[in-house]
């Protein structure tokens, strides 16, 4: 402790002086003022009574010594609830800064944090410089075009990165500035990086495109450091947020304007494959109608639908005109399959709703398959093909088989017309 209480005067270690107070506690201190150690007051006993204070050292007490007197070891009460610390510096307006040089438990650095309030934390940071410099050579740090002194760090938890500074202070709800030896700083002296003080501002930008986290920070020399805080008593903006949010909305505009260009050359390309399949499927129009024809006719259930049969010398017939439909288009529109009974046995039926191009006039047949033959003659999507009808043996007779398949063109109408046949079919 560098001042106790003396006649109500805040006075330095004296040998002479035996009957100073703490200004926590209110208990005697007593002067060492010995040649090794920093000239400092100490309790009687060696429990200390602000829990938050840490052995001073040289580097805490050259931090100090840049500020006014009446802002050093400020003692600061809580008007509430009572509790007292001593903030290592304190400004005429409030503001607090602590130099910490030991490590830290992150409940007490939260409860400083808390009680202070309009804070920033000074962090002996010179046991990690090695490390911070190698990190500088990864160029993951990046400058701000709108003032080069700021940066940031974005950070992919999916890599490996180098981190730039101790893990432990990077979730601070104040800033952060680490000293990697800025004291220590001689002329000539060629670690140029120990030159400045680095900050981490406490807000994190966390909505980059393909990163968790981005770190906001500033890098500023000493000088213009004390002058922040003892002229204006405030610690600089984090501007670095806004240029990140309008990073990421050049970046949005740009991906929305390579998606809409992408979007642009596939309905290019699906138009193309339209146009093409235009001229390739000409024919294809006629089927289009006809399946829409069996659609309407579905609707008014009025759907003529001649019954077809394969006959024991290899035709494909109907069992009222006899015509035969061998080597005749025909597309399988749908198939419902239910129990039947023949001969006292249960057996499932499958019936085959088929749209036949009989020599330029369709007609809807329905014919019956069992069902060993329906996976084998219906492969693929059936309700999408035009198909050779025709017959071949199979064992004492004959069975019906799809020749040379040709996928139609199709449209969502005809998806929504072949959809509606498949449910009505089945329910009719």
């Given amino acids: 402790m560098k001042y106790a209480l003396y006649k109500n005067q805040r006075i330095t270690p004296t040998k002479e002086i035996k009957d100073a107070i703490c200004p926590v506690c209110g208990e005697l201190v007593i002067p060492k003022c010995g040649k090794i150690k920093m000239h400092h ?26 500020f006014p007197e009446d802002f050093q070891e400020y003692l600061m009460i809580d008007s509430c609830t009572g509790e007292k610390h001593i903030a290592d510096i304190r400004t005429d307006k409030g503001f607090v800064i602590e130099f910490q040089h030991s490590s830290i438990k992150p409940e007490e650095k939260e409860a400083r944090e808390s009680f202070y309030k309009n804070m920033v934390w000074v962090v002996d940071a010179s046991k990690y410089y090695d490390k911070f410099k190698q990190a500088l050579g990864t160029n993951s740090l990046q400058h701000c075009k709108t003032s080069k002194n700021y940066f940031y760090i974005r950070e992919d938890s999916c890599e490996n990165t180098v981190r730039f500074f101790p893990k432990s202070w990077l979730k ?82 740009e991906r929305e304007k390579i998606e809409q260009e992408w979007r642009k050359q596939e309905e290019e390309y699906k138009k193309e ?114 198909r050779k009808l025709d017959v071949m043996p199979y064992y004492s007779k004959y069975k019906i088989v799809f020749f040379e398949p040709e996928r139609i063109y199709s449209t969502k109408e005809t998806k929504k017309d072949l959809d509606f046949i498949l449910e009505n079919f089945a329910n009719s």
Wanted: net charge negative; aromatic share 14%; glycine share 4%.
């Fill in 172 to 253: 601070s709800s104040a800033p952060v500035l680490f000293d990697f030896g800025i004291n220590d700083m001689t002329d000539g002296n060629y670690d140029k990086q120990k030159g400045w003080l680095y900050c981490i501002f406490p807000e994190k930008y966390t909505k980059s495109y393909g990163f968790d986290v981005t770190y906001c920070g500033i890098y500023l020399r000493k000088e213009d450091f004390l002058n922040k805080i003892i002229n204006d008593n405030q610690f600089f903006p984090n501007i670095v947020l806004k240029e990140l949010e309008n990073i990421e909305q050049e970046r949005k505009k």
């Fill in 41 to 66: 007051w100490a309790h009687k006993t060696s429990q200390n009574c602000d829990p938050w204070w840490e052995n001073e050292t040289e580097w805490h007490r050259k931090w100090k010594e840049h």
């Fill in 273 to 386: 494959q339209r146009k093409q399949n235009q001229i390739k499927y000409a024919n294809h129009k006629v089927w289009r109608d006809a399946i829409h024809d069996v659609r309407i006719a579905l609707e008014k259930n009025n759907l003529d639908m001649v019954k077809l049969f394969a006959t024991d010398d290899g035709k494909i017939t109907d069992y009222e005109k006899e015509e035969i439909c061998n080597n005749m288009d025909a597309m399988a529109l749908s198939i419902k399959s239910y129990e039947d009974f023949y001969e006292g046995r249960v057996y499932t039926k499958n019936e085959v709703l088929l749209l036949v191009n009989f020599d330029g006039v369709f007609i809807t047949g329905v014919i019956s398959v069992p069902s060993s033959l329906l996976e084998e003659m219906l492969w693929g999507s059936y309700n999408f093909y035009i």
